[in-house]
């Protein structure tokens, strides 16, 4: 398969199951929306190290959040439920508690329902006050009013949790860093229009992709030297002699189909920079379809 | 004392001996050298539920780094060398590590070394390079060169680690919301220009300000409800009637003169929209002097 | 009528006829667009003195614009035809041939098409090359391939021209200058949603409203003292004792639904800051319904 | 010459005289200085279709403003003073006189003083206040405060009007289009550092560089085909075969050094991306010396 001149692999990304959450952070403004998603989002980048993946999903028009303010959504992804119950409570109350002007909703629904304000409430040494207010089907819903230095601080008191789908990804393949950067930086910006995916890396983009194993007995991953261009000659190298950067996007989504389109939209975008741009072939990542039981199979995802 | 119409409380903010780093992160631009700092300085606002305060300290051009590329300083700020070394490490390897383009170096000198690319290098399975240059003052400095798939991870060795002091602060006390933060907004765009600290809250700004103790026994901390606005008549409140919103910036610092330098510069900025923009006083936070050794006097600070 | 607070004044905005174009900029990736579409409607904010009311319209997706690259809409107003179609040529000429990687595309259907690109082409020095691509009704458009230093610059020959309406608004009265800047702010985040419309001073916003007349015989327009915080002592002012700021937030559109709506959205968005926010009134500007045929009465839109 | 694997043409930009002001223009924070800042600005990459070439030198902490306040520092440099003059009344009318919250200032001294806010004030009719204010060298200063919606705009009566040069110049060949952009993006950060010169094209880089001269009879300038990559075959080309894109940096500044230093720093910061980043060449360009009066021999000035 060939899109614009770029070789497209015949083989698939392996994904994994996760738990997931969405919140829908308000603030005076957009600016200030962003500086608490931004910190309650940040130093998210994998599982493994941070605890949990999570991103920006998308910006709110005042007429589309529950204060009619202006927002963004969020949506946070971890292993199992408890890391995710965990991590959105510490992240809320570092974050979100913390942020000027900022209000926090449920974003998602789910007969799954995780603490949202429901232990920062506390906060308010007993003068926090609760509000319920019945939702668009009629069902009620708490909300919590802290007080705080700045007014008072929003929070519904839960927000859904739900199943979802961690580890769709795809790899760009160029012939120079420069290049490989373009093509990622454009697949990114298409992709975040995307709702219900985020792609959790830095930029969007992570370049040190690894492997199951190393040398060292201590460590379970190491740098994936099949395509690292710098290893062409001394290892069993996935690389032809012109590709001299790759870089990976990686995708967590609600669902399959939502990170399916995620793929196909970013790897359209990659590869409309084209040959003449310097991206040659675009593959993904998995582990022999052993470990994750998702596969998106990129000649599908494409069709 | 009065600035621009604006009371300043004869009061003192209360700071902590804390250990601090500095990194410097280059990229192919500054726009990916922002994407790798924002990862890892996100979710970074206390140390209390983070573990670490970071924040980005400034922009460097690309003739003021060490490899010729645009780049940012970051500083990270903990209370003990244990837990600013892992979390530095760990937060190195899920955010620089994996940034395309992304470079890091030794942002401070100092007698303690602490690991910066040190243990990151085993991730290039035994084809890691090492490389030593001479610095200015002629003493060799250790680079690793870690293949990776866009390119290479180039990054120093180790670090320094400096005693540091964290928390100096101050409050401005408006007759609305909108105003406090027109008010700080200013004062951080201000103390962003000063080198040496960072302000790690979102957007640099706190509107959570706690107190010791609370009316349940597992909580330590809860709202400062004298300066909380929805408790004016309700709590022995610090608060005037006009006064209807607190907000708080909080500076970490690597000396005494800079967290001065920087609340001084913060405080006269905020006082310039003056009572007119509604900003009626200035306050600050401490514990009664009994537990920080670094007290910042608000009437010598601004002298 | 009171809306969160804010006394809406039942007055009306008047408007004028207009002509008005849009372009879809397409670029490399959504920073370069903005960069030839800040540059293009840069310095027109009046049709006064620049000739053309210009601004960004939209973003757009990757999968939304006719080369399937990352864009902008711009829309460009002008009191009459020749202006608009002197000032699209000129602002083409120096703004989107210049930019890198930058194409233009049609952006609106009409029986009336001016030239985007048909004299461009000359530039070419007779190696451009036309070609015709029929579009999604079988019509055959024509665009142009213009050699340039970094590959070709593509356009489309001509675009739309329509009838449109320049000069809604309504003005927010504040008590303070910061809380009307925040209430503009979030009124323009929201308008910005809106298709069809642009506001086209500097941030949407403009703060020197004026009055027909002058007591120096050869200015035709002057200060409004009226809404002058600073004149409340010295002339018939229309404003009470406590309102320090007034900024007001114009509008031009393609049709009359498309301004009213976006002064309804934009309305409500500045008076969400409420009374507590120091929004305190909201009115409009008119000429006594004399000079424009468009009335956006304000308590009808609305309704 | 090489630098970094690219080769640096043994050639000079030719520059022309040219008049120029620089204001200072701030605002309640950075971002409405910037607001006001693009608007006047904008539509001005060239003297020829714009009557100036106008760019923001530099943003300004509140502690370097006059004022005390945020704000950015702006270059306009036209063909003549009577342009010049024109040109800044008009924009200081239309982009900051409008904007809310933005007062303007002289940015440069002369004996040459030409009106930045001294026929605006009669927008005050009648109701404007002039203050006398001695500067750091003990001479009366003249200001006005006109009154306007949001309170007061406070100008200065003049700024400086000095000889500088403008069409300083250098051109990057590299090897696909998204490698030339790479390349001058990196270049511009680093250029933006540089005070006294602005880079007046979208983005600070232009792709239409052209010749003199034109088979139509009308047309005085057309593409430069000696370096459009897709002519390569079909006219005398200056380019080798590998060469598919080139983009232009043009600079103005207020003196040779400062145009000289830009262009050096440009070209360094250019060429770090190397011939593996797919930059081959550096370039100019000059009409053999003879238009002219300021030559920079890239070899000099990058010695």
Chains 1, 2, 3, 4 share one sequence.
Not at 34 to 46: K, V
Not at 129 to 136: C, E, G, T, V
Not at 238 to 255: H, P, R
Request: net charge negative.
């Amino acid at each position: 398969m060939i899109i614009n001149g770029v070789q497209i692999d015949d083989t698939f990304a392996e994904a994994f199951d996760m738990r997931s959450t969405r919140v829908i952070i308000t603030a005076q403004n957009h600016q200030w929306a962003y500086h608490a998603a931004n910190a309650m989002t940040g130093f998210a980048t994998s599982v493994i190290g941070c605890g949990v993946e999570a991103g920006i999903e998308r910006e709110l028009s005042a007429s589309d959040t529950p204060d009619g303010r202006p927002g963004v959504s969020i949506l946070m992804f971890a292993m199992g439920s408890k890391v995710l119950m965990k991590q959105l409570e510490t992240r809320m109350g570092q974050c979100i508690l913390t942020c000027p002007t900022a209000a926090a909703f449920s974003g998602i629904e789910s007969d799954d329902q995780i603490s949202l304000g429901k232990n920062l409430r506390y906060f308010g040494d007993g003068y926090q006050i609760s509000k319920l207010i019945p939702d668009a089907q009629g069902k009620n819903q708490r909300y919590w009013r802290i007080p705080v230095m700045d007014g008072e601080f929003l929070t519904q008191e839960t927000t859904g949790m739900v199943r979802a789908i961690g580890g769709g990804n795809f790899l760009v393949l160029a012939t120079s860093q420069p290049q490989a950067l373009a093509a990622c930086e454009v697949a990114i910006e298409a992709m975040k229009k995307i709702p219900n995916v985020i792609m959790p890396f830095p930029g969007g983009v992570v370049r040190s992709g690894s492997k199951v194993g190393s040398k060292y007995p201590s460590m379970f991953a190491s740098t994936n030297d099949a395509f690292c261009p710098t290893l062409k000659g001394m290892v069993n190298s996935e690389l032809s002699d012109d590709i001299e950067s790759v870089m990976e996007i990686v995708i967590d989504g609600l669902t399959f189909d939502d990170i399916a389109l995620a793929t196909k939209v970013g790897i359209e975008t990659a590869c409309s920079l084209g040959v003449k741009g310097g991206v040659k072939r675009i593959s993904a990542g998995n582990y022999g379809g052993k470990l994750g039981p998702h596969h998106f199979k990129l000649h599908e995802v494409l069709a």
